[in-house]
C-alpha cells in the first residue's frame, strides 16, 4: 500500500504542475451494483495536452480513493508526430501503466505495462468547437507480476472526440478504446468515458471563474471487475463531477 501511496503522489504532483485541467469524480458504481461495493468512490483526475511544431503530447493520470486514502494510480502519456506538412496524419506512440487494489480483497496489484503504436488521424472544424481523433494501434503488453499476466501482442482501435455545444456553454467529449485481451470472454475489451460539461465561464459575471459541472459514464464490457474478481459484464456506471481549467 505504501509504493500505491507514493506512485500516487507522484503521478499527481507531475501531472498537476503542467496539467491544463483537474477533475473530481464521485464514483455511483457501488451504489447503483451491490455487486461493485469494492469499487472507489472517488477519482481525480488530471490531464494535459501541449500542440508543438512536430505534433502534441498529450498525459493523463487517475488517483482513486478508498475512505480511508490513496486505492491506486493509473496513467498514460502518447507522443504523436505529424506526417506530412497540414497533413491530418500522425504516428503515434503511447505508454498505459498502473496499480490498484481492492477494498473487499485487500489485495494489491500492478497493471501490466503495455506499449502502443500506430497511425493517427486528427480534424477539427475552423474554430476548433469539433475535433475528432481516430488511432490504429499495434499494443504489447509485457510480462506482469503474476503467473497469469503472461506477454502478449495486442491490437487497439481509439476515438476521441470532443463537441463544444451552446456558443462553449456546454462540451461533450471522450474517448472509445477496443482492444484484444485473449485472457477475456470474447478476446476483446470496451470501454468508453463520454463526459458533459457546463462551463460556467461561459455565463455572464462568470469569465474568469473556469469551473465546469458534469458527469462521465464508464461504459465497458469485460472491463470492470467485481467483488468475486470477474470483468466479464457490462457495465455503464456514472459519475458526478467537478473540473476546473487552467
Same mark, same amino acid.
Given at each position: ?14 501531472? @498537476? $504542475? #503542467? ?6 469524480? %464521485? ?8 455487486? *461493485?461495493? /469494492?469499487?472507489?468512490?472517488? &477519482? ?10 512536430? /505534433? ?27 506526417? /506530412? ?5 500522425? @504516428? ?5 501503466? /498502473?496499480?490498484?487494489? !481492492?477494498?473487499? &480483497? ?6 501490466? #505495462?503495455?506499449? *502502443? ?6 480534424? #477539427? ?5 469539433? &475535433? ?21 501482442? !495486442?491490437?487497439?482501435?481509439? $476515438? ?10 456546454? &462540451? ?27 462551463? *460556467?465561464? #461561459? ?16 461504459? !465497458?464490457?469485460? =472491463? ?10 457490462? %457495465? @455503464?456506471?456514472?459519475?458526478? @463531477?467537478?473540473?476546473?481549467? =487552467?
Amino acid at each position: 500500500m505504501k509504493r500505491i501511496v507514493l506512485i500516487a503522489a507522484l503521478l499527481l504532483a507531475y501531472a @498537476a $504542475a #503542467h496539467s491544463q485541467n483537474i477533475q473530481l469524480h %464521485y464514483d455511483l458504481g457501488h451504489t447503483l451494483n451491490g455487486n *461493485l461495493s /469494492g469499487r472507489p468512490s472517488v &477519482t481525480t483526475t488530471v490531464e494535459m495536452f501541449k500542440p508543438d511544431r512536430w /505534433g502534441s503530447m498529450f498525459m493523463f493520470a487517475d488517483i482513486d480513493y478508498f475512505h480511508d486514502g490513496v486505492a491506486g494510480a493509473y496513467w498514460e502519456v502518447s507522443r504523436e508526430l505529424n506526417i /506530412g506538412k497540414d497533413s491530418p496524419w500522425a @504516428a503515434h506512440v503511447e505508454y498505459n501503466g /498502473g496499480t490498484s487494489s !481492492s477494498q473487499v &480483497t485487500n489485495v494489491s496489484t500492478r497493471f501490466q #505495462h503495455a506499449i *502502443l503504436a500506430g497511425p493517427a488521424w486528427n480534424w #477539427h472544424s475552423a474554430d476548433f468547437s469539433r &475535433t475528432l481523433s481516430l488511432q490504429a494501434m499495434f499494443k504489447y503488453y509485457f510480462k506482469g507480476q503474476n503467473p497469469w499476466n503472461k506477454a502478449f501482442s !495486442s491490437f487497439q482501435a481509439t $476515438a476521441v472526440w470532443g463537441i463544444q455545444m451552446a456558443k462553449g456553454l456546454c &462540451t461533450f467529449s471522450g474517448f472509445l478504446d477496443c482492444w484484444y485481451d485473449p485472457n477475456v470472454q470474447g478476446k476483446w475489451i470496451l470501454l468508453s468515458e463520454p463526459q458533459f460539461w457546463v462551463n *460556467l465561464n #461561459h455565463m455572464k459575471g462568470m469569465e474568469d471563474f473556469n469551473l465546469s459541472l458534469g458527469t462521465e459514464v464508464e461504459i !465497458s464490457n469485460n =472491463f470492470v471487475w467485481n467483488d468475486q474478481g470477474q470483468n466479464n459484464r457490462f %457495465y @455503464a456506471i456514472p459519475t458526478l @463531477a467537478a473540473k476546473w481549467s =487552467f
